[in-house]
């Protein structure tokens, strides 16, 4: 094999190891939590526990990459914590021991993303040969495979499973890791400058505006992932459409994954960010509407570019833009800015969802219009200095 193949395939390895943690957590764990007989309520206090945790912890422990410590160590210490805390779950019966596990877990999750995405764009800038998407694409991948496989298990063994199988995942990811992230690669800077590690260079206006843009984008889809569901079987639609209906969410995004992932490494980002938007504004108003089953279904294709353009715009960014010993704390501040709004986004739909219905997608589209916005003063600051577009400083 060739040897960029070979490393795209290593660091697709990694995105599948993670995201397949991921697509047994996120679809399962409420099932687990709701066998432990927690009210609707609790379960509902328990989910947002680890987006508060990732508002708080992202940015700061991802900084550790830009250091001594370095991302490899952290996605080490990042699985190892899966690996140590998920089965305690197993132990524990009250709600508050749950949860406290649910926060400490949650600090282990919080730096597998980002860290994921520091090391694959880290690559993709060093060897150009290299596809971000198809990378990127192998954790889209492996999520949907592992919410199929993760139904029939939970059918078969009960609600324990998610706990044994969220155990037994990070040794996926320990593995991957070992094998995809070389000591070298995680740490270029450190040794050739080492007085860099306390000037902490700073982001520039351009690359925060950016980071924003994406994160609001990003935002917008807190209505669609708490109640589109809910909302679309109370409007007659079967359990069978619905799934259709996530299913063509999915394979889009995989798509456009593959096919415009490479410019990441190649180009700013900017014109993807601005797509990814304007879709945002366009499939959000529609949404509201109330449509049937054929454009519900182009809706749902649309998450393609208001999800999958917006990411790879935000990642080309943050490669193009962030300065190389600042790449962890840019990417932790982008995850840290992405909690943040989903999570706003997702307790402001429940209020709006109770008096309106369908107008809580419609409330999510100025989400996606403020991220338009914010992109085209990017565009005019980077016609204003061109010098400085792809510094960073």
Not at 108 to 134: E, F, M, W
Not at 325 to 330: E, I, P
Request: glycine share 10%.
């Amino acid at each position: 094999m060739h040897p960029l193949k070979a490393l795209e395939f290593r660091l697709g390895a990694l995105q599948a190891a993670s995201f397949t943690s991921h697509g047994m957590y996120l679809p399962f764990f409420p099932l687990w939590l709701q066998s432990k007989a927690l009210s609707p309520t609790l379960i509902g206090f328990v989910i947002a526990i680890p987006i508060i945790v990732r508002i708080l912890a992202t940015a700061p422990l991802m900084s550790l990459a830009d250091r001594s410590f370095g991302a490899r160590r952290l996605l080490l210490a990042s699985h190892l914590g899966q690996l140590i805390g998920f089965p305690l779950f197993l132990l524990v019966d009250s709600p508050w021991a749950i949860m406290a596990l649910v926060a400490l877990v949650a600090v282990a999750q919080s730096c597998v993303i980002p860290g994921n995405d520091l090391v694959s764009t880290n690559a993709v800038q060093k060897h150009p040969g290299l596809n971000y998407g198809r990378i990127r694409g192998a954790g889209s991948v492996a999520f949907f495979i592992t919410n199929i496989v993760g139904g029939y298990l939970v059918g078969a063994f009960g609600a324990d499973i998610v706990i044994v199988a969220l155990t037994l995942i990070p040794i996926l990811g320990l593995t991957a890791t070992l094998i995809a992230v070389p000591h070298e690669a995680s740490e270029p800077a450190i040794h050739e400058a080492p007085k860099q590690e306390a000037a902490t260079p700073k982001l520039s206006k351009i690359l925060w505006i950016v980071l924003i843009a994406g994160a609001v984008t990003q935002g917008s889809h807190g209505a669609l992932n708490a109640f589109s569901s809910i909302y679309w079987r109370s409007i007659g639609f079967s359990d069978e459409a619905i799934g259709y209906f996530w299913a063509a969410a999915v394979i889009a995004e995989i798509l456009v994954f593959i096919y415009l992932g490479r410019h990441v490494g190649r180009s700013s980002g900017v014109g993807l960010i601005l797509i990814g938007s304007a879709a945002a504004v366009i499939r959000f108003t529609i949404m509201s509407l109330q449509p049937g089953t054929e454009i519900m279904l182009v809706l749902q294709t649309m998450h393609s570019l208001s999800f999958a353009a917006t990411h790879i715009g935000t990642m080309a960014a943050l490669a193009a833009l962030a300065p190389m010993n600042a790449r962890g704390r840019a990417q932790g501040i982008y995850g840290s800015l992405a909690a943040l709004t989903i999570a706003a986004a997702t307790i402001v739909s429940g209020m709006i969802y109770a008096e309106a219905g369908a107008g809580v997608f419609a409330a999510m589209a100025p989400l996606g219009a403020i991220g338009f916005v914010l992109m085209l003063v990017v565009i005019r600051l980077q016609k204003d200095q061109p010098q400085r577009a792809g510094s960073g400083g």
